[in-house]
């Protein structure tokens, strides 16, 4: 599923640097508005990704100087080179599922499901495949890996589970809605 307010995140951002660069600042102003709805809304509907974090440890003090006006070509080079790392690694490896990861090596991971009705258990079997034999049965039923086959149910298992030992409270569940597109 694509991720469209993390797309238009970084275009917004691009838009950004170049009415810097033509010192628009008034118009990076909006630009930087947007950039923050953007991620704002993004967060509540697609979750937070890693390679946003990237691109936002730049933005934030890069508002500084739209706001105070000033032109630095240092800063300039150095937010360019935040947004085009991200961008570059959802080119290359996916928006954050890592659907073009490429693996190598001459086998596939085989995956089967099975849920055992006397204890109500459910149990994953990951093992190497012949790429062949991949490409026929990964179709089947119970044969892909749902990361989230639960929902929030799931989401929530995360987050407890990423606590210290014996806290109660669990992680916001915002953090891991990303997961549930793997």
Same mark, same amino acid.
């Given at each position: +599923?694509?991720?469209?307010?993390e797309?238009? +995140?970084y %275009?917004? &951002?691009?838009?950004l640097?170049? %009415?810097?660069?033509?010192?628009q600042?008034?118009i990076?102003?909006?630009?930087?508005?947007?950039v923050m709805?953007?991620v704002?809304v993004? @967060?509540l509907t697609e &979750?937070y990704?890693?390679?946003q &974090?990237i691109y936002? !440890?730049?933005f934030l003090?890069?508002?500084a100087?739209i706001?105070?006006r000033l %032109?630095?070509i #240092?800063?300039? !080079?150095t937010?360019g080179v935040?947004? $085009?790392i991200?961008?570059?690694?959802n080119y290359?490896? &996916?928006e954050?599922?890592?659907?073009?990861?490429?693996?190598t090596g001459? @086998?596939?991971?085989?995956f089967r499901?099975?849920?055992? /009705?006397d204890? /109500?258990?459910?149990l994953? !079997?990951?093992?190497? +495949?012949d790429p062949?034999e991949y490409?026929l049965?990964?179709? #089947?039923k119970?044969r892909?890996a749902? %990361?989230?086959?639960?929902?929030f149910?799931?989401?929530? $298992?995360?987050?407890?589970a990423?606590q210290?030992?014996?806290?109660k409270? $669990?992680a916001?569940?915002?953090?891991y809605?990303f997961?549930?597109? !793997?």
């Amino acid at each position: +599923m694509p991720r469209t307010q993390e797309r238009q +995140m970084y %275009f917004l &951002g691009l838009c950004l640097a170049v %009415f810097y660069i033509l010192e628009q600042y008034e118009i990076c102003m909006v630009f930087s508005v947007l950039v923050m709805l953007t991620v704002i809304v993004g @967060y509540l509907t697609e &979750g937070y990704r890693f390679f946003q &974090g990237i691109y936002l !440890i730049m933005f934030l003090p890069f508002n500084a100087l739209i706001y105070l006006r000033l %032109f630095k070509i #240092e800063a300039l !080079i150095t937010y360019g080179v935040f947004l $085009a790392i991200p961008i570059m690694l959802n080119y290359t490896f &996916g928006e954050g599922d890592f659907s073009k990861f490429k693996i190598t090596g001459p @086998y596939h991971v085989g995956f089967r499901e099975i849920y055992t /009705e006397d204890n /109500e258990q459910e149990l994953s !079997i990951f093992y190497p +495949m012949d790429p062949n034999e991949y490409n026929l049965r990964i179709k #089947e039923k119970g044969r892909n890996a749902y %990361f989230m086959r639960h929902g929030f149910e799931s989401r929530l $298992a995360i987050a407890k589970a990423v606590q210290p030992y014996g806290s109660k409270k $669990a992680a916001s569940t915002y953090l891991y809605k990303f997961l549930e597109d !793997i």
